[in-house]
């Protein structure tokens, strides 16, 4: 990449690619480092990847940090930290109860006594080596690291109404730093990602960035802003969607019924919306079960396929844990598409 923008397709009639889909690197590259490290963003930044994502929670001092969730007893190693044993709670999030420790009953100075690990040990053994090596990223640590080597970044929202619920909203302490980092267009090298809808709705009266709103499978967001993403994803849906957003994030799965594909992207670029699905990874437990190789589920399988495939459907960039084999894979398609 060159300059301070991200180039992205016009919308496109048909499948063929007018400009190159972005790869995202999702959590950095989190297949071969443990996720939201800079040591995961810095190897994905090295394999090409176009835009590193970071998923943003909040502190007890209310500074935005790079975890996946605000649990963090399965990406750090806080449980061996006899000082804080007591900080342990149960709390119900999203509807869901979870037990351990929580980024918003730390500050900063005390998350950065601890050391990531790697979420997915049976599935990435690999990785383990590198536990214990790397703080918790803040997000001007990772607004400098992508200065530095000019990518974009894809800062997710984690649930935000939980967050104002508890006193510690998020959109403005996003806004404000990506302003401050001189990211205030549509050309900004940065989209802002949610599967909530008002604080989308919010932002949108905030910034110029783009924004991506986020759809699972299943589901409905969490501030019943909308009745299910199912709801959302048909064209009158994704009409609506287009009123304060500039794509749609979706589940790979909803791409497919089986081996055919599903209106989605065509109906998306329809409606105004690049599409950006997610998450491409390598290991025969996440890719779809035509591109499995043999039956280990830590055995590596057809992710290039998959990827392609996703690629004929005329997708405008994609989320990867393994951002080199997306760069190889994104390559090799435009080049066919050129020929």
Do not use: C
Not at 71 to 94: C, L, N
Not at 214 to 237: Q, R
Not at 271 to 300: C, I, K, Q
């Amino acid at each position: 990449m060159s300059g301070q923008t991200v180039p992205m397709p016009a919308t496109p009639a048909s499948p063929r690619l007018s400009s190159p889909p972005i790869v995202i690197a999702h959590r950095g590259a989190s297949g071969e480092r443990p996720e939201h490290t800079l040591a995961s963003y810095a190897l994905a930044i090295s394999q090409g990847a176009d835009v590193i994502e970071p998923d943003l929670v909040p502190t007890k001092d209310d500074v935005l940090i790079a975890r996946h969730e605000n649990e963090i007893s399965e990406t750090t190693d806080v449980a061996d930290h006899p000082e804080f044993a007591a900080r342990r709670a149960t709390k119900t999030i999203d509807g869901q109860t979870l037990t351990g420790w929580f980024t918003e009953d730390f500050t900063l100075a005390e998350l950065k006594t601890l050391r990531a690990k790697e979420r997915l040990p049976a599935l990435r053994p690999g990785n383990i080596a590198w536990d214990g090596q790397e703080t918790i990223p803040t997000l001007g640590e990772i607004i400098a690291l992508a200065k530095a080597h000019d990518v974009a970044i894809y800062p997710e929202t984690k649930h935000p109404s939980y967050f104002a619920r508890i006193g510690h909203p998020t959109d403005r302490l996003l806004v404000d730093q990506l302003h401050a980092a001189g990211w205030d267009s549509a050309d900004a090298p940065v989209f802002i990602q949610s599967f909530e809808v008002d604080n989308l709705k919010r932002l949108a009266k905030m910034t110029r960035i783009r924004l991506i709103q986020l759809v699972a499978a299943s589901g409905a967001p969490a501030d019943a802003a909308a009745p299910s993403y199912a709801a959302m994803m048909t064209p009158a849906g994704l009409r609506e969607v287009a009123r304060y957003a500039w794509g749609i994030g979706p589940d790979k799965a909803m791409l497919w019924q089986g081996d055919a594909s599903t209106p989605l992207v065509a109906d998306a670029h329809a409606a105004g919306l690049r599409v950006h699905p997610w998450t491409y990874r390598a290991e025969n437990a996440f890719v779809r079960a035509r591109f499995r190789v043999g039956d280990v589920p830590s055995a590596h399988g057809d992710l290039s396929g998959e990827i392609a495939a996703a690629l004929g459907q005329g997708v405008d960039g994609f989320f990867t844990d393994f951002p080199a084999i997306g760069v190889a894979t994104r390559d090799a398609y435009v080049a066919g598409e050129k020929k």
